[in-house]
């Protein structure tokens, strides 16, 4: 039912202005959000922070307004929609959800506000969407022009070349089916040209417009170092530069979370663990407090973070490596919503590439489906042991053209490089020479203990110090050497074999290594120590990093404030007021309801609902 009556810029304005608080539009919103209203289909790619949710909040509220009906909204996640829907309430829209957290009256409740129109946006589960019952109830609202648009968020997860893939997204292609005339809009914040090619194919989206913003965060600081102790790194890392903030820990195992947890909590943080193995309460509670209170650090598997709306996430570590690039931008994706200053840091090692490999090899997958997962982790690998800017690398593998940001490790600290072409022939030649020999082939260890000529008992118990090979890399360090495995693996000129031993192979891609034919450049095994802030624990943050004296006594009182009427809410802070709003406030010091209207973040609801609080926290004496 597309109409050219609901593109009305100024109605679009007055939403943005009035709703929600805001002056203007950011990069290519209102493109979209006009495109949308206008009733038209269309594919978001925005990342995360860059404000995806209003390109299709405004139009579901200017369409109806418009008498078009209501916009159903496709979430993944019941915390997300529960957090989504009390920021509407707050800002004054008719919004709901239906998920298992409701009992069956109240279910029945939100079914008729919806068959009399009186809800703007419903959020619902794609695993409810697709059943006969929510199925009849659209069928309900469309043969009463009641059905206007649906979003469907976190869109790459309908992919199996995405790394969320959840089968239950493959059925929302019945939405074009069943209700032709209903605009469709899908939106995420990853998707290579691949995932996207399956998103448009998987959703029906061929006739759709594709919009691409910058996939560029540049408050974010990326940096990669070389595992060496991996809790120790963390840790020292969050002392010295992200004390008593909130940040995201990710590990691989549940094991692995529950010991980062309790390492982290041993030394005063307050820091929970999150995976899917833990009592579905527990996980809950976890989450609410990460997401209610400050300074938390939740320790997770992949399983935590998808459409996690926390704006003053200062970190986001990864103390393994994820599967490829698409994985590991959506995860550090979550630091920084502010837009304020925070960290991608990530450690990584040769177990991590073996076990990476090992799990696409072992897997039960078609081979052209591992051979792409296979170039995804290789895209990975290369930024990881890149030796120019990550920013540039990271940006290259969406197709975004870019200059060197001057803000990642890389950047801060150029790496110094050697050639290891010489190195990595020497390997390959021992591991080559001693399967020769011995009929079977051996591990890292000590492929590595022959070269550099280490007499050890097993060296001896092969009889592999006869090797013409044995030796002739002692100029290298272990160190070193595990560098040109890394890279010789990531190159595929290396296998490894075995769930137990990891024992090294020789492949095809050995012979061009052997022969000369291809360099093999590493980065120097350094770690760079992260510099110690000079901004106190327990500081107000970045946001309030400008203000004077009497603005930060105001901004903390705010932010108190704030604190109890989220608890009231039921909320998490950021719901009421972002810490940039307060900030603001502060700053401009009001005196009057006039002068707190036009901040940021401040809409006519939230004016009328705590206009007159704010004003009596800031006349609060200054001390």
């Given at each position: 039912m597309p109409t050219s009556a609901v593109l009305h810029s100024p109605n679009i304005l007055s939403i943005l202005s009035e709703v929600f608080g805001y002056e203007s539009f950011r990069g290519p919103q209102q493109e979209i959000i006009e495109h949308v209203t206008a009733g038209q289909d269309a594919l978001v790619l925005m990342p995360t922070g860059g404000g995806k949710s209003?390109?299709?909040?405004?139009?579901?509220i200017a369409r109806q307004s418009a008498g078009l009906g209501i916009t159903i909204v496709v979430s993944p996640l019941i915390a997300l929609m529960h957090d989504q829907v009390g920021a509407l309430h707050e800002a004054g829209v008719s919004a709901a959800f239906l998920n298992s957290t409701l009992n069956p009256e109240e279910a029945q409740d939100i079914e008729q506000r919806l068959r009399r129109g009186e809800i703007t946006l419903l959020y619902a589960a794609p695993e409810r969407v697709t059943t006969p019952r929510f199925l009849a109830l659209l069928d309900a609202l469309y043969a009463q022009n009641l059905l206007?648009?649906?979003?469907?968020?976190?869109a790459h997860c309908v992919s199996q070349w995405g790394h969320d893939f959840r089968p239950d997204y493959r059925g929302l292609t019945i939405l074009h089916e069943r209700f032709p005339g209903t605009p469709r809009l899908a939106l995420t914040a990853t998707a290579d040209a691949l995932t996207r090619d399956d998103i448009v194919e998987r959703l029906q989206l061929e006739n759709a417009r594709l919009f691409i913003s910058s996939f560029d965060r540049p408050n974010i600081r990326y940096t990669i170092v070389e595992k060496k102790d991996a809790s120790a790194q963390l840790l020292r890392f969050i002392e010295r530069e992200h004390e008593g903030e909130a940040g995201v820990v990710y590990c691989q195992s549940r094991k692995r979370v529950e010991e980062?947890?309790?390492?982290?909590?041993?030394?005063?943080?307050?820091?929970?663990?999150?995976?899917?193995?833990?009592?579905?309460?527990?996980r809950q509670k976890n989450q609410n407090r990460f997401l209610r209170d400050e300074g938390v650090v939740m320790v997770a598997t992949i399983a935590f973070g998808m459409g996690i709306d926390k704006p003053d996430v200062r970190f986001v570590a990864h103390l393994d490596m994820p599967k490829n690039i698409e994985g590991y931008y959506q995860e550090t994706g979550r630091a920084g919503r502010d837009g304020l200053k925070a960290d991608a840091w990530m450690v990584?090692?040769?177990?991590?590439?073996?076990?990476?490999?090992?799990?696409i090899d072992e897997s039960p997958a078609e081979e052209n489906f591992k051979q792409l997962m296979r170039g995804k982790l290789d895209a990975l690998l290369a930024l990881a042991e890149a030796t120019d800017c990550r920013r540039v690398r990271l940006l290259s593998y969406f197709g975004e053209a870019s200059h060197p940001c001057g803000n990642c490790d890389n950047c801060l600290h150029p790496p110094a490089v050697w050639d290891g072409t010489?190195?990595?022939?020497?390997l390959l030649s021992t591991v080559f020479r001693a399967e020769q020999q011995s009929g079977f082939s051996f591990g890292s260890g000590h492929i590595m203990d022959i070269l550099r000529g280490k007499a050890t008992e097993k060296v001896s118990q092969y009889g592999h110090s006869q090797l013409t090979t044995f030796g002739i890399g002692a100029e290298f360090s272990e160190a070193q050497l595990r560098g040109v495995l890394r890279q010789l693996i990531a190159m595929g000129a290396l296998n490894v074999q075995g769930q137990v031993f990891n024992t090294l192979q020789l492949t095809e891609g050995s012979r061009a290594v052997l022969r000369g034919d291809v360099k093999v450049w590493l980065r120097e095994s350094v770690n760079h120590k992260p510099e110690k802030r000079s901004r106190k624990p327990h500081a107000p943050g970045p946001a309030a990093a400008n203000l004077n004296q009497d603005d930060l006594v105001r901004y903390i009182n705010l932010k108190a404030w704030r604190a109890e009427v989220a608890k009231?809410?039921?909320?998490?802070a950021y719901v009421i007021f972002h810490d940039a709003t307060?900030?603001?406030?502060?700053?401009?010091?009001?005196?009057?309801?006039?002068?707190?209207?036009?901040?940021?973040?401040i809409g006519v609801k939230k004016l009328e609902a705590y206009g007159q609080e704010v004003l009596k926290v800031c006349r609060v004496q200054l001390k």
């Open positions: 209003l390109c299709y909040q405004i139009p579901a206007s648009l649906f979003a469907i968020d976190e980062v947890a309790e390492m982290l909590a041993q030394t005063g943080m307050d820091a929970l663990p999150y995976h899917a193995g833990l009592d579905a309460s527990v990584y090692g040769l177990q991590d590439v073996v076990n990476q490999r090992r799990m010489d190195a990595a022939r020497k009231e809410h039921n909320l998490p307060l900030a603001m406030i502060a700053s401009a010091d009001p005196q009057s309801l006039e002068d707190l209207r036009g901040i940021s973040g």
